[in-house]
């Protein structure tokens, strides 16, 4: 701490910073380079000076980090930050948040369904086994669970950015299958 004249200012070193935080030295130039951090004092040698704002805002940018919230994301809300209320930080990162848990949901239906597939995949392999080259029954070309008429599939997946509450439907019925089934529960 240093003290000059009738003003007193707290001034930490970036290794201090750095040791305070758990955001490595590197990252705190890295993140004054882009503007996330303000840019910090100088010493007369040069060192880099911040306070204990500085260390507020890394420990609001780690909790950012910890949401899944890219620097972008992150970059956005430090103008909030910046504001110094907490009622908009809160706002900003509520939608943020809403964001975030709908793409996640989003990649849940996705990975179950490719899940699906790929255990699909798995069984139909298991059925058939050519000792010869590859023929029409063989799992590599073929699905051998679909009669080979219906081997079109159709797949409905809601698109990016759709604003539906309903989670997208991921179908893998053939045509002809899929009205057997609709009114069925199935």
Request: proline share 5%.
């Amino acid at each position: 701490m240093k003290v000059y004249a009738d003003r007193m200012t707290t001034g930490y070193r970036i290794k201090d910073v750095a040791e305070r935080s758990g955001f490595t030295a590197a990252t705190l130039r890295y993140y004054e380079g882009i503007g996330l951090l303000p840019e910090s004092t100088r010493t007369p040698a040069g060192y880099r000076l911040y306070d204990d704002h500085t260390l507020d805002r890394l420990a609001f940018i780690a909790r950012a980090k910890q949401l899944g919230c890219s620097l972008e994301e992150i970059a956005d809300l430090t103008i909030a930050w910046d504001g110094g209320q907490c009622g908009p930080i809160q706002d900003r990162l509520r939608e943020v948040v809403a964001d975030k848990l709908a793409t996640a949901q989003q990649q849940i239906v996705e990975l179950m369904t490719l899940t699906h597939e790929l255990q699909r995949a798995a069984a139909t392999l298991e059925l058939h086994r050519p000792d010869g080259p590859c023929d029409d029954q063989c799992g590599c070309v073929a699905d051998a669970t679909v009669d080979p008429s219906e081997q079109s599939r159709a797949v409905l997946l809601s698109r990016k950015g759709s604003n539906t509450a309903s989670p997208p439907i991921a179908c893998t019925l053939a045509p002809q299958s899929m009205r057997g089934r609709l009114g069925s529960g199935a």
